[in-house]
């Protein structure tokens, strides 16, 4: 995996399709490559973290919640929260592996 991209900014932060706030976060995206440098669609693996600590509603959150970022340029990443401590992570298409690769 090759590390394609770095955010760090703030994003607003929604919970089972529940805005709950703006949060700050840093991730990194890493994205698999064939030997001749081209990406391959659909296996790449997103890794960060949120300050959910400056969110009171957010830290009531239990691992592996279905989060979702829309950030600043309009994206939207759906992640999966991995410990209390903010970090999350992604791979392939969503959450979990995605199946159509």
């Known amino acids: 995996m090759k590390l394609v991209e770095t955010r760090d900014w703030e994003c607003l932060l929604s919970v089972r399709g529940q805005r709950v706030g703006a949060v700050g976060?840093?991730?990194?995206r890493y994205q698999a490559m064939t030997a001749g440098g081209l990406p391959v669609p659909g296996l790449h693996r997103i890794e960060g973290?949120?300050?959910l600590e400056?969110?009171?509603a957010a830290l009531a959150l239990g691992p592996d919640a279905s989060l979702e970022l829309v950030l600043e340029d309009g994206r939207r990443l759906e992640l999966?929260?991995?410990?209390s401590d903010g970090r999350v992570l992604a791979e392939g298409h969503g959450p979990g592996q995605c199946g159509c690769c």
């Open 49 to 51: 973290r949120l300050a």
């Open 54 to 56: 400056t969110l009171p």
């Open 80 to 83: 999966r929260l991995v410990d």
């Open 25 to 28: 976060y840093t991730i990194n």
